[in-house]
């Protein structure tokens, strides 16, 4: 038998070695090399049954029983959306819940530094850290989207320069019952 690293003939025990993931048999000199030694020694076979079925249909627990964890969504409503100085709203609160960074930080589980961030309003807050936000301080951040906001967005666009479709539309107003005709370019 010959060492798989540098080919030198093994003339006693050879040694088997893990060497960078590799299983190899090398000689005394590169066994240095591996960390753990493996063997060739058979996993024994376990014999594989079929569950006993109780009256229920079902089998009965055998063996350690796996728990899952369960994952915390936040459930927003589309329809909702941030107040817009929430970076003031969670101060205040948490100011006046006589908190500091760090206590808030702990209490929900975030890292403090975040938590200034979001103080400071260079970062908003996602939706499970504003659920968090909310239980913990006991106020609101989210409202519901007003209809007046569309209706100023509208008002805002008429300020704005005339489109070509501005001015189809204010042509076939002129021309009352007349069907508009296109004006050849």
Same mark, same amino acid.
């Not at 070695?17 to 493996?38: F, L, R, S």
């Not at 100085?85 to 890292?111: N, P, T």
């Not at 913990?136 to 967005?153: D, G, N, P, R």
């Given at each position: ?14 040694? !088997? ?5 590799? !299983? ?25 049954? !079929? ?65 200034? !961030? ?68």
């Amino acid at each position: 038998m010959r060492c798989e690293v540098c080919g030198r003939k093994i003339h006693e025990n050879p040694n !088997k070695v893990i060497i960078e993931g590799a !299983k190899m048999t090398v000689c005394h000199e590169c066994a240095k090399h591996g960390k753990t030694t493996w063997s060739d020694a058979p996993k024994p076979q376990v014999e594989l049954q !079929k569950p006993n079925l109780t009256s229920t249909g079902f089998a009965p627990i055998q063996g350690p029983i796996q728990i899952r964890k369960r994952v915390i969504q936040a459930r927003v409503d589309v329809s909702q959306e941030v107040v817009e100085d929430y970076s003031e709203v969670i101060r205040q609160a948490r100011e006046k819940a006589g908190l500091s960074h760090e206590d808030l930080g702990k209490k929900i589980s975030e890292k403090e530094s975040l938590l200034r !961030k979001i103080e400071t309003g260079k970062v908003s807050p996602n939706d499970l850290l504003v659920s968090k936000l909310e239980h913990a301080l006991k106020i609101t951040l989210l409202v519901s989207v007003a209809e007046e906001k569309t209706t100023q967005k509208t008002a805002k666009a008429a300020n704005t320069e005339l489109t070509l479709g501005d001015i189809i539309q204010f042509d076939k107003k002129n021309k009352g019952d007349e069907p508009a005709k296109r004006k050849q370019s």
